[in-house]
Structure formats: structure tokens, C-alpha cells
């Protein structure tokens, strides 16, 4: 899969990448990124996706966050976050190429289909 691909990201699926592989160019990331809902952006140093999400409550937040980590388990695909009463920051990065993969993408999207 890559970034012109015409399924749609939220349904791909994550695959494994070798300790090693090369991240996604910056190009490939800024088209994928134009397929994410507003809201989402590349790190300055180009290596995480980043998301800041408000809700209503800390109910509405785990909520989030519980459905989040369902995808994450189900793509094995697992970003970091930051929780508190009324927000989630999320954060993709693929680990084994340092930097992004279509991955991270993929999860956004999947995030995004919430």
C-alpha cells in the first residue's frame, strides 16, 4: 500500500516492518496527512503524528481513550498518549523506522472513524 493507494486508509490494515525500514518520505506523509480529519498534524521534526482531542468529561475521555486502545490492539499498532479529565493527545510514530509509516496513517484514520 502507499500513499496514492485507492482504498480508503481507515480500511487498511497495519503491517510489520522491520527494525531498519525506511520511514515514510515527507512527501508520501503530507499526502496521507490530506486524507485525515482536521486537527491532526506531523511533528516539526517530521518524525510523530500528533493529535489534541476536548471532551464533555473524564467518562467521555475514557471512553475515547478504551476504543482507541481497542484499534491499537487489533492493528498492533500502539501510540502514546497523554489523558486527563477532559483530553486525550494522541501520538503515532513507528519505533522500527524511526520516524512515520503508513501505519500511523492507518490508525488515524481508524481514530478518526470514532
Same mark, same amino acid.
Given at each position: 500500500?502507499?500513499?496514492?493507494?485507492? !482504498?480508503? *486508509?481507515?480500511?487498511?490494515?497495519?503491517?510489520? *516492518?522491520?527494525?531498519? +525500514?525506511?520511514? *515514510?518520505?515527507?512527501? @508520501?506523509? !503530507?499526502?496521507?496527512? $490530506?486524507?485525515?480529519?482536521?486537527?491532526?498534524?506531523?511533528?516539526?521534526?517530521?518524525?510523530?503524528?500528533?493529535? @489534541? /482531542?476536548?471532551?464533555?468529561?473524564?467518562? =467521555?475521555?475514557?471512553?475515547?481513550?478504551?476504543? !482507541?486502545?481497542?484499534?491499537?490492539?487489533?492493528?498492533?499498532?500502539?501510540?502514546? /498518549?497523554? $489523558?486527563?479529565?477532559?483530553?486525550?493527545?494522541?501520538? /503515532? +510514530?513507528? =519505533? +522500527?523506522?524511526?520516524?512515520?509509516?503508513?501505519?500511523? /496513517?492507518?490508525?488515524?484514520?481508524?481514530?478518526? @472513524? *470514532?
Amino acid at each position: 500500500m502507499n500513499a496514492t493507494s485507492t !482504498v480508503p *486508509l481507515r480500511d487498511r490494515h497495519c503491517r510489520p *516492518l522491520p527494525e531498519g +525500514s525506511p520511514p *515514510l518520505p515527507a512527501e @508520501a506523509a !503530507v499526502q496521507l496527512l $490530506a486524507q485525515l480529519t482536521d486537527g491532526w498534524r506531523i511533528a516539526d521534526d517530521g518524525k510523530s503524528l500528533r493529535r @489534541a /482531542f476536548g471532551f464533555k468529561d473524564f467518562h =467521555h475521555t475514557m471512553g475515547f481513550l478504551n476504543a !482507541v486502545a481497542w484499534i491499537a490492539n487489533a492493528e498492533d499498532h500502539h501510540p502514546d /498518549f497523554e $489523558a486527563g479529565y477532559n483530553y486525550c493527545r494522541l501520538e /503515532f +510514530s513507528t =519505533h +522500527s523506522v524511526g520516524g512515520l509509516s503508513e501505519n500511523d /496513517f492507518i490508525c488515524a484514520a481508524k481514530v478518526d @472513524a *470514532l
